[in-house]
């Protein structure tokens, strides 16, 4: 089983956590953070929390260079600058140059397992350039997405040229029918953050929709 801990999210869920613009999650098994949020100081207050220490955190991904995704970095970097950092190739020399100040990027630009069952699709998209995970679990994978700027259907078609889409989880920014309809095989959907049809999409899909927001706990 694994355990997705949402650790940053606009929309509130838990008490004693603080919401704020941007997305963030630790899948804990693998010990990898995915994305910042906004904040560092709110990232790392809900870590502590949550309970989760920074130290602990193997591998960070970084699904694009938005500031709600990234204004976290320094943060998490300095109270553990060893742990791997995966970036793409359409990151600002700016970010770039901060990770640096701690460790040296990964920089992918296709397909590329990072640990045992999770890969990076790589930068999808040709205006805000994304990319996602693709995590191994029973039933295909699970995708884990920042926003989808490249749209949810697309990225959807990708991931499954390595096999089923199990699941979809994180923000989904702007869905259009084409990607509300690419969802209809999923067996676990979790939109939040910049989901701008959340409800369309319970109302759409009830028995597959889960909700999200920060301190949600996913065990898949």
Request: hydrophobic share 40%.
């Amino acid at each position: 089983m694994l355990t997705i801990t949402e650790v940053y999210n606009n929309i509130p869920c838990r008490e004693g956590l603080m919401a704020d613009w941007g997305f963030s999650c630790l899948l804990h098994e693998a010990g990898l953070l995915f994305d910042t949020g906004e904040r560092g100081d709110v990232l790392l207050a809900n870590m502590r929390a949550l309970g989760i220490d920074p130290a602990s955190v193997r591998c960070l991904v970084l699904s694009h260079d938005h500031h709600d995704h990234i204004g976290g970095l320094a943060a998490v970097l300095a109270r553990n600058p060893s742990m791997e950092v995966f970036v793409h190739d359409a990151f600002s020399a700016h970010t770039l140059g901060l990770i640096r100040e701690y460790t040296e990027p990964r920089i992918t630009d296709e397909w590329t397992e990072i640990a045992d069952g999770i890969a990076v699709t790589g930068p999808l998209g040709t205006g805000i350039r994304e990319q996602s995970l693709a995590v191994t679990v029973p039933g295909g994978y699970l995708v884990v997405t920042g926003c989808a700027h490249p749209h949810i259907g697309r990225i959807i078609d990708h991931v499954s040229r390595e096999g089923p889409v199990w699941g979809v989880l994180g923000g989904l920014h702007t869905v259009t029918g084409e990607d509300i309809d690419a969802l209809a095989g999923v067996t676990y959907l979790s939109a939040s953050h910049c989901t701008d049809k959340i409800e369309e999409l319970a109302e759409r899909y009830p028995e597959s929709f889960r909700p999200g927001g920060v301190g949600q706990v996913h065990r898949v």
